[in-house]
């Protein structure tokens, strides 16, 4: 892949949206764009495809991470997608399952997870053996 690969940052706590886009350049990836919520993330979408979604559950607005993954499948296919949250209670968990995310990070994001984690949902979707 010649060019980085995209990424879009659904977060609404700005200073772990900023933590996230740091780590991920120091990574290699670029970042599309950090928004506070989904609708917001669904605005990008329509206009923009990133090859990856990190996604909060708890978000500003009407729409919940899991909700707005469902919306974003629904509307644009399927984008890979990895949850970063500190919530995990069994039953927010098992509707998140639904979705089927490439994974799951827990707040805060440690650097080798966060990148091992986004490699291979990249790869996956990408179905090649190689990042950049």
């Given at each position: 892949?010649?060019q980085?690969?995209?990424v879009?940052?659904?977060?609404d706590?700005?200073?772990?949206?900023?933590?996230?886009?740091?780590k991920?350049?120091?990574?290699?990836?670029?970042?599309?764009?950090?928004v506070?919520?989904?609708?917001?993330?669904?605005d990008?979408?329509?206009?923009s495809?990133?090859?990856?979604?990190?996604?909060?559950?708890?978000?500003?607005?009407?729409?919940?991470?899991?909700?707005t993954?469902?919306?974003?499948?629904?509307?644009?296919?399927?984008?890979?997608?990895?949850?970063?949250t500190?919530?995990?209670?069994?039953?927010?968990?098992?509707?998140?399952?639904?979705?089927?995310?490439?994974?799951?990070?827990s707040?805060?994001?440690?650097?080798?997870d966060?990148?091992?984690a986004?490699?291979?949902?990249?790869?996956r979707?990408?179905?090649s053996?190689?990042?950049?």
């Amino acid at each position: 892949m010649d060019q980085k690969p995209s990424v879009l940052i659904v977060e609404d706590e700005r200073i772990i949206a900023m933590d996230l886009k740091f780590k991920l350049s120091r990574l290699g990836f670029c970042v599309k764009a950090a928004v506070p919520s989904g609708e917001k993330a669904l605005d990008f979408l329509s206009q923009s495809r990133p090859d990856l979604i990190l996604m909060d559950i708890m978000l500003e607005g009407q729409l919940d991470g899991v909700e707005t993954t469902k919306q974003i499948f629904r509307q644009h296919g399927g984008i890979p997608v990895i949850y970063v949250t500190a919530f995990t209670d069994t039953a927010t968990y098992d509707r998140a399952l639904e979705t089927r995310p490439h994974a799951f990070l827990s707040k805060p994001v440690d650097m080798e997870d966060l990148q091992a984690a986004v490699k291979t949902a990249i790869l996956r979707q990408n179905g090649s053996n190689t990042v950049n």
